[in-house]
T-cell receptor, first 116, second 111 residues
Framework: DVKVTQSSRYLVKRTGEKVFLECVQD?????MFWYRQDPGLGLRLIYF???????EKGDIPEGYSVSREKKERFSLILESASTNQTSMYLC???????????????FGEGSRLTVL | ELKVEQNPLFLSMQEGKNYTIYCNYS?????LYWYRQDPGKSLESLFV?????AVKQEGRLMASLDTKARLSTLHITAAVHDLSATYFC???????????FGEGTQLTVNP
């Protein structure tokens, strides 16, 4: 089974702190994604990566950065956390959609971040 | 830019009844995905619809895709309490493998 592991299920941070959210997948997927999920807003894409050291902005990249130094690991960084970044953060990975690969995303369990 | 809209957003139904969740999307999307999320849990893949006219079924759930109408449906047959969850559809952006999700439909099946 595909496993996407997020380092922290629950975090509480203070405004202005730097926050690292780590995600590791074990299926050799090229694509990795960070979404945030908020009530009434569904899932919104923050950043994604198609390959090591590559990154692309999603729909709401402001206030976030990412790092992908190894294929299996994709980190989301909040340089200076703010209260409006309190949310559920979901990491996902996939193969590119082509041939036998459907492009479906496999999600981690989520990291619930509270910024005070 | 792909936009995905689901309706209804909230659905309360009785066990044994049938209902359909609709997913409309704004621009061409070759693939349509359905996910389920239980409270406090992550998203689990249900169906991947890869072409016009595709139909997939798993237990009491059946999903279909009409790319000409830009519409996918998730049909629930004879609902049971265990189907209570939030269901998301997602379309694939033509520019790559990123998915755009709908707002989700929160389904509650009452005994």
């Amino acid at each position: 089974d595909v496993k996407v592991t997020q380092s922290s299920r629950y975090l509480v941070k203070r405004t202005g702190e730097k926050v690292f959210l780590e995600c590791v997948q074990d299926m050799d997927h090229e694509n990795m994604f960070w979404y945030r999920q908020d009530p009434g807003l569904g899932l919104r894409l923050i950043y994604f990566s198609y390959d090591v050291k590559m990154k692309e902005k999603g729909d709401i990249p402001e206030g976030y950065s990412v790092s992908r130094e190894k294929k299996e690991r994709f980190s989301l960084i909040l340089e200076s956390a703010s209260t409006n970044q309190t949310s559920m953060y979901l990491c996902a990975s996939s193969f590119p959609a082509s041939g036998v690969n459907t492009g479906e995303l496999f999600f981690g369990e989520g990291s619930r971040l509270t910024v005070l | 830019e792909l936009k995905v809209e689901q309706n209804p957003l909230f659905l309360s139904m009785q066990e044994g009844k049938n209902y359909t969740i609709y997913c409309n999307y704004s621009t061409t999307s070759d693939r349509l995905y359905w996910y389920r999320q239980d409270p406090g849990k992550s998203l689990e893949s249900l169906f991947v619809l890869l072409s016009n006219g595709a139909v997939k079924q798993e237990g009491r759930l059946m999903a279909s895709l009409d790319t000409k109408a830009r519409l996918s449906t998730l049909h629930i047959t004879a609902a049971v309490h265990d189907l209570s969850a939030t269901y998301f559809c997602a379309g694939e952006e033509t520019s790559g493998s990123r998915l755009t999700f709908g707002e989700g439909t929160q389904l509650t099946v009452n005994p």
